[in-house]
């Protein structure tokens, strides 16, 4: 499994930062080719053009707003979990994305390779997110 953490420092106030950091249909805007779709446990991530493409089903299964979510990647794809966390400081807050991620059917001897590229769209997302 490939293992990502990002952290931000924002001057948000915590309750704005949580708030844009769980917008969960607005993560798809920052991945291409994505489009969230909610569900009473969690959402679900389609990746691809029309019905080709695969589901990235997470829940959330622990939530404690506006300091931290755990979810839980159930997909036949991507398996997983992240955590989200939002801490106040003094001139906003400190944002951290925390993530394992295993492909299904790519190799342990690339877990360097995902754990790039992961941390590359990530980012992407949480800087989008939190501007």
Excluded: N
């Amino acid at each position: 499994m490939a293992q990502i953490q990002i952290v931000r420092e924002v001057a948000l106030e915590p309750e704005e930062a949580w708030r844009r950091l769980t917008d969960w249909q607005r993560h798809g805007t920052y991945v291409p080719l994505t489009t969230i779709t909610l569900s009473p446990s969690g959402f679900d991530a389609f990746t691809g053009i029309g019905r080709v493409g695969f589901h990235d089903p997470m829940d959330v299964v622990e939530s404690r707003a506006p300091s931290y979510c755990r979810l839980e990647k159930r997909g036949r794809v991507v398996k997983g979990w992240a955590e989200l966390s939002v801490e106040p400081l003094r001139t906003g807050s400190r944002v951290t994305w925390r993530e394992e991620i295993r492909v299904r059917g790519v190799p342990r001897v690339f877990d360097r390779l995902t754990q790039a590229s992961s941390t590359r769209l990530f980012s992407r997302v949480v800087d989008g997110l939190l501007a």
